[in-house]
């Protein structure tokens, strides 16, 4: 019989008490009380204890990156800090900065202590995740970035030129391979050495203005298109005309070689082959376009003529066409600026006057229009250089710059300014760093632009010793 609590009473006495050590000592319970207790323990778990189900819910709350072992733990060698910068930068590696963006909006929800989260992240490409490779890896010194290639902005070398023409029309200036310019002044043609700095008056056409002039490859031919429609053939080194030819009804302003065969373009639309070895005056004639041909050079490897004209269109041929093979008519100006690229075949430049001041990149072997870019200025000229895959354009109205362009980027390497009108007329060294531009402002002006052949980062410096002060060419 379970005992009764103390203080109960019982007959009116006091139930005795049981004389036990302190330790021992503990109040008595009745036996209803004993059965709740054993029915509530069946329903009671103990806080400290987890509660178990049939599925698994992980606790976001209590992730941390102490289970991956990144978080710095003390050393006795004195090693601490080295191992909390390793961390952080492995930290940084996985899961990016710590940034207010990457906080979560919910409050006590830090992205440090949560690894896997349900949250659409930015992609990234998949060499940011090196910590070797990533710029955002703190305590780790980025690979060096090669830095830009540094271009002159002013010109080296000023020569006066009087009575250059200020005509969009014209092609007056030539480079040739013996390092030898030729510059028509009114009816005058002026070779100036690049190497000596001598100045050679090659001939005065009198009554006839100098509308062209072209050297052949080998640089010991000059040819000259003139005001009536003729073109001569001058030997440089002994300064003696050796031919003159006909067939144009009205100026020639435009020339181009390929090999023995002298192309020339006319005001009077037409394009004419000339082979100097021939007795003609010229093998073929080539009609398409509706205006001035102002534009024309041969590719590369002699297989293709590009001719741009005042009828704002653009005309491929070959070697024996007579009517262009590939036409193209998406500039709204005269194309004189033409250019094709000697490290990729087939792709041509093209650039459009003041109504236009785009400049285009077409595949004539695919026949494809591969790019264009709005220059905002009149593309008077366009070179491509054979060290490097870079151009060079000029202009005209209205900022009368010389522009650097890399390819197929067409981000701008430099912007050169100093000329006064319209840059009309630009040729290249024979070593292919140095360019030399025209303007109506009446000077040349010579620009160390693109690298040599063998050192890509070294400025050329063709003939700059040679060189200093201002001359006049004449």
Known sequence: MEEDP?????TGKTAPQLNLPPSMNRPTVSLETRINRLIDSNHYCSPSKPIYSDRFIPSRSGSNFALF????????????????SYAGMLRAALFGPETPEKRDVVAGFSPSRNIFRYKTETQRPVNSFSPFGSDESPGVSPSPVKSPRKIVRSAYKVL????????????????????????????????????????????????DDVCSVGWSLRGTHLAIGTSSG???????????????????????????????????????????HRDIRSQEDHISKLTGHKSEVCGL?????NRELASGGNDNKLFVWNQHSTHPVLRYC????????????????????????????????????????????DTNSQVCNLVWSKNVNELVSTHGYSQNQIIVW???????????????????YLAVSPDGQTIVTGAGDETLRFWNVFPSPKSQDREGKIGASSFGGRTTIR
């Open 230 to 272: 003729t073109v001569e053939i001058w030997d440089a080194p002994r300064c003696k005309r050796i031919r003159t030819m006909e067939g144009h009804r009205l100026r020639v302003g435009a020339l181009a070689w390929s090999s023995s065969v002298l192309s020339s373009g006319s005001r009077d639309k037409s394009i004419l």
């Open 297 to 301: 050079k041969w590719s590369c490897d």
């Open 69 to 84: 072992g990144l978080e710095p733990s003390p050393n006795k060698d004195g090693k601490e800090e080295a191992a909390g």
């Open 6 to 10: 103390p203080g109960s009473s019982q």
């Open 406 to 424: 890399k390819y197929p980027t067409m981000s701008k390497l430099a912007t050169l300014t100093g000329h006064t009108f319209r840059v009309l």
């Open 160 to 207: 006066d030129a009087p009575a250059l023409q200020d005509d969009f029309y014209l092609n007056l200036v030539d480079w040739s391979a013996q390092n030898v310019l030729a510059v028509g002044l009114g009816n005058c043609v002026y070779l100036w050495n690049a190497s000596s700095s001598k100045v050679t008056k090659l001939c005065d056409l009198g009554v």
């Open 330 to 373: 998406e500039h709204t100006a005269a194309v004189k600026a033409i250019a094709w690229s000697p490290h990729l075949h087939g792709v041509l430049a093209s650039g459009g006057g003041t109504a236009d001041r785009c400049i285009r990149f077409w595949n004539t072997t695919t026949n494809t229009h591969l790019s264009c870019v």
